[in-house]
């Protein structure tokens, strides 16, 4: 199946060090080569990124490596392809508007006999059971609560309500966000660390590299990193229950 990345932290901050890691699982140290995709919230805005060839062999993942785009929210995504060809409208993140906001959305597993009805609102421009789930999604928020976003505790309860609906259906790994928090539901698998004062240096499970956060934070950062296994040989990862869903804001998980 694909993996999952995603970053939420209380200030803008660059994803450099865990998409190196994370990228070379995309037809190198794994077998995820369908294609990948990393969405960036800034302001209102989203810098997104797809492209069909695998992580490791595509331009656009080393311009990622090299550019350091700050921000507060990231999901990434590298695809192994279980439903839907190998193309482009099918490389996840995927990106609509509800409430006047982007949301970003990337899904690990496969969903099987997912036929919901879609009233037109949304649709899926691709042949994936993921980008049809994220649409459903949206349309039965915004049945829910009609034009009007909701606050983040009654978006929780109604977020959690549809994932268990839909996640009958099979594996359902997700990442979502409209750039204020995180939310992040493992199926099967997913992990996070929170790095925070006082930083440590951080060593890749992937390639040779190390960074010392220590020089490039301030003790008042903090960062939430989520993945589907562990990115670094020393940091302690924790790992979700089946079943849970977290909210991720400020670099924190919520209670």
């Given amino acids: ?7 939420n932290c209380n200030v803008p901050t660059d994803i450099v060090f865990s998409f190196t890691g994370f990228a070379l699982r995309g037809g190198q140290t794994d077998t995820h080569h ?6 960036f919230f800034e302001g209102a805005g989203v810098r997104h990124f797809v492209d069909h060839q695998s992580a490791v062999a595509s331009p656009v993942a080393d311009l990622i490596k090299r550019f350091p785009i700050k921000s507060k929210n990231v999901i ?3 695809r192994k392809a279980t439903q839907g060809q190998v193309a482009l409208e099918n490389c996840h993140p995927f990106v609509r508007e509800l409430w006047g906001r982007y949301w970003v959305f990337a899904h690990n597993g496969d969903l099987k006999q997912f036929a919901p009805v879609l009233d037109g609102a949304f649709r899926p ?26 606050a983040l505790p009654a978006l929780r309860v109604a977020l959690a309500e549809l994932v268990a609906e839909i996640a009958t259906h099979g594996v359902f790994n997700l ?10 539901h493992c199926s099967t698998k997913l992990c996070y660390v ?3 004062h006082p930083f440590n240096t951080a060593q890749l499970s992937d390639e040779d590299v190390s960074v010392d956060f220590a020089q490039h934070t301030t003790p008042a950062d903090r960062v939430a990193v989520i993945v589907t296994a562990p990115l670094t040989t020393n940091e ?9 869903l977290k909210v991720f804001v400020d670099g924190l998980p919520l209670d």
């Avoid at 199946?1 to 970053?7: E, S, V």
């Avoid at 302690?236 to 849970?244: C, L, M, N």
């Fill in 1 to 7: 199946m694909c993996q999952l990345l995603g970053m």
């Fill in 34 to 39: 369908d294609g990948w995709g990393i969405a």
């Fill in 76 to 78: 990434a995504h590298i």
């Fill in 125 to 150: 421009v691709g042949n994936t059971d993921s980008e049809l789930a994220f649409c459903y999604l949206l349309q039965q928020l915004r049945r829910r609560f009609g034009d009007t976003a909701p």
């Fill in 175 to 184: 990442m979502l966000s409209s750039g204020d928090a995180l939310f992040a």
């Fill in 194 to 196: 929170v790095r925070q």
């Fill in 236 to 244: 302690t990862w924790t790992e979700f229950a089946p079943g849970e």
